[in-house]
């Protein structure tokens, strides 16, 4: 709704910097003026607004379509000089605008090779590259003219329009033969050839634009490809910066390992321009800025480790959270790097931030907890859940427990969280689900009770989403009865219960997040210890199936905005079982990412 509403006021502020609007009087002359004014800016600008939405525009000379804002994005094709396009959006930093083609080929291309002005570009609203897509496909001429075999464009004999990075410029490799059978590639761009398949590892060597290298395997992910660059260094490249295609690359072996730096390469005797060690920079936080829209979904991760990003990389995920607990006296500079380490990797992050109960009634405790959470914004987190489970005692001083009073709390970081960075997601702190104490009282509260609460203080001013934790269910999130245990009624045992309860208290007013959301399995473990025997007989299958599901659903229900599974990686098992809800299982396997990316 609000898109539609800007694009309007963007065709109005039109008519205004013409002098148009309110000169005539009368339906008929209205319209014909509009018409007159919009043919009059297409063959100005070779762009106008579309009936349903988007800037109508065509290429002004062949350009390369990729598949984010960036020429570290894979190279999806061509795009040649005429061809039509909608575009809805343009990237936060500039420079590229997303669009979609006549058959309905959705990408993003350099802004400078459309036929629209700046002043049009610069209305166009800004996107992520997982806001989601909802124009048509246009009628017009032109189609996207896929990259062809050996990596080279069919039709397209000239350099595509692409900026190149901004890299220090390496000497061209030094010439030699490369291994044969491998397959042969060109590098797009400047290319870091890194020790592992993640870009927290070593750079070992830099190839420039039009390389070729002798291609040998790929990691599970299809995000990075192993190869030998000309003068014998072999390491790991990100398919984002080759000339290659999606089939190219599932075609390729998975390998593990099996880096390598030339010896010519790294003794004082190496040829003139070979590739040469190059140690990594230092990781730097990365702040972002831009809006968050639409339904996304990620896990709560242990570490960032290859085997965790390969995995949440399979499954679709684009968000990460992590849990930090504040101790009075700390600065935010604590959180930096888990906010780095999540955007370099491409993820981006929500931190659950919980302070200490036993700290919680130390005079200025509020005010400095959100200085907290509000330096943490500034520093970058794309969403902060302000505390965790405050209707219990273990999370919030025992008999203390008061709806009321979490939300001064949440006012006061809210406040600061939007002063250091409007764009920073505010979810309220998730209650535990439970209906242990039958209502709520200072000694703790049942979930339902609780936010019913927080909604009478008027807890939907401070915050941009409400909190859910659902990690009790033992059936498929499309069921609403039939939990074999005993009150299978109550709401927390399903998914919709949990889902139509904490959206209605709040009548809508805000959409939902939820910051954990799982199903147990001991599959691979030993019996779950009493507490949490409900879960013994839910197989690893059900668990992939129903996470799946619950994504789904969570998608198309117009309530949830996030998504966070709890949990990726997790190996704990004990009394609490952390381990039997991790996607990633016993051996590596992970059925509940194959189920959510495919």
Same mark, same amino acid.
């Given at each position: 709704m609000w898109g539609r509403m800007a694009k309007h006021q963007q065709a109005r502020f039109v008519l205004r910097r013409f002098g148009l609007f309110g000169v005539m009087n009368g339906m008929w002359m209205r319209r014909f003026l509009l018409v007159g004014t919009l043919l009059a800016i297409l063959a100005l600008t070779g762009a106008a607004l579309a009936q349903d939405g988007g800037l109508l525009t065509t290429i002004s000379k062949t350009a390369r379509f990729r598949s984010g804002p960036g020429t570290e994005w894979f190279w999806q094709g061509n795009l040649e000089a005429g061809t039509t396009i909608l575009l809805d959006g343009r990237a936060p930093g500039g420079g590229w605008v997303r669009g979609i083609t006549p058959d309905a080929k959705v990408g993003w291309v350099i802004d400078s090779a459309v036929n629209a002005s700046a002043e049009q570009i610069a209305a166009l609203p800004s996107v992520w590259v997982d806001t989601p897509f909802t124009l048509a496909a246009p009628a017009g001429n032109g189609s996207l003219i896929p990259v062809g075999p050996g990596g080279q464009p069919s039709g397209d004999p000239q350099p595509a329009t692409d900026p190149q990075p901004a890299q220090p410029q390496a000497p061209a490799p030094a010439a030699g033969p490369l291994p044969e059978g491998g397959l042969q590639i060109e590098a797009g761009s400047n290319v870091n050839i890194r020790q592992e398949p993640n870009t927290n590892s070593p750079i070992i060597a830099r190839i420039t634009t039009g390389t070729i290298v002798s291609l040998d395997g790929r990691d599970p992910s299809q995000q990075w490809v192993r190869g030998t660059v000309p003068g014998g260094t072999k390491g790991w490249m990100s398919v984002r910066f080759l000339v290659i295609t999606a089939q190219q690359v599932v075609s390729l072996p998975i390998v593990e390992g099996g880096a390598s730096v030339a010896v010519a390469a790294a003794s004082s005797s190496a040829p003139a321009g070979a590739p040469t060690p190059i140690p990594a920079a230092p990781a730097a936080p990365i702040v972002a800025t831009t809006p968050i829209r639409g339904f996304s979904y990620g896990g709560h991760a242990s570490g960032l480790g290859e085997q965790t990003v390969n995995a949440m990389r399979l499954a679709g995920m684009t968000w990460v959270k992590k849990q930090v607990r504040y101790f009075q006296g700390q600065t935010a500079d604590?959180?930096?790097?888990?906010?780095?380490?999540?955007?370099?990797?491409?993820?981006?992050?929500?931190? @659950?931030?919980? =302070?200490?109960?036993?700290?919680?009634?130390? #005079?200025?405790?509020?005010?400095? +907890?959100? %200085? /907290?959470? $509000?330096?943490?914004?500034?520093?970058?987190?794309?969403?902060?859940?302000?505390?965790?489970?405050?209707?219990?005692?273990?999370?919030?001083?025992?008999?203390?427990?008061?709806?009321?009073?979490?939300?001064?709390?949440?006012?006061?970081?809210?406040?600061?969280?939007?002063?250091?960075?409007?764009?920073?997601?505010?979810?309220?702190?998730?209650?535990?689900?439970?209906?242990?104490?039958?209502?709520?009282?200072?000694?703790?509260?049942?979930?339902?009770?609780?936010?019913?609460?927080?909604?009478?203080?008027?807890?939907?001013?401070?915050?941009?989403?409400?909190?859910?934790?659902?990690?009790?269910?033992?059936?498929?999130?499309?069921?609403?009865?039939?939990?074999?245990? @005993?009150?299978? =009624?109550?709401?927390?045992?399903?998914?919709? #219960?949990?889902?139509?309860?904490? +959206?209605? %208290? /709040?009548? $809508?007013?805000?959409?939902?997040?939820?910051?954990?959301?799982?199903?147990?399995?001991?599959?691979?473990?030993?019996?779950?210890?009493?507490?949490?025997?409900?879960?013994?007989?839910?197989?690893?299958?059900q668990q992939a199936a129903w996470l799946d599901r619950a994504v789904q659903l969570s998608r198309s229900s117009g309530k949830v905005k996030l998504l966070i599974i709890w949990n990726v990686d997790f190996t704990n098992y004990g009394d609490d079982p952390m381990g039997g809800y991790a996607i990633i299982r016993p051996g590596g396997a992970c059925p509940a990412c194959e189920a959510l990316g495919s």
């Open positions: 604590v959180v930096s790097g888990l906010i780095a380490d999540a955007h370099s990797q491409g993820f981006r992050i929500l931190l @659950g931030i919980v =302070g200490s109960p036993g700290e919680l009634n130390n #005079g200025g405790y509020f005010d400095q +907890y959100a %200085a /907290f959470v $509000g330096g943490a914004a500034a520093l970058g987190a794309d969403a902060i859940e302000v505390w965790n489970e405050p209707n219990i005692d273990r999370e919030w001083p025992t008999g203390q427990i008061d709806p009321a009073r979490f939300t001064q709390l949440l006012a006061a970081a809210y406040n600061a969280i939007k002063g250091a960075n409007p764009n920073t997601l505010v979810i309220s702190g998730a209650p535990a689900p439970t209906g242990f104490f039958g209502g709520c009282s200072a000694q703790g509260c049942d979930d339902n009770a609780f936010v019913a609460g927080m909604a009478a203080a008027g807890a939907a001013r401070y915050m941009d989403c409400v909190g859910v934790h659902y990690n009790e269910g033992i059936v498929g999130p499309d069921q609403t009865s039939g939990d074999p245990r @005993g009150s299978s =009624g109550y709401y927390t045992r399903y998914f919709w #219960g949990m889902v139509n309860t904490y +959206y209605n %208290a /709040f009548r $809508g007013a805000r959409p939902l997040c939820f910051t954990e959301l799982g199903y147990l399995t001991p599959e691979g473990f030993p019996p779950l210890p009493g507490g949490f025997a409900w879960a013994q007989n839910v197989t690893v299958a």
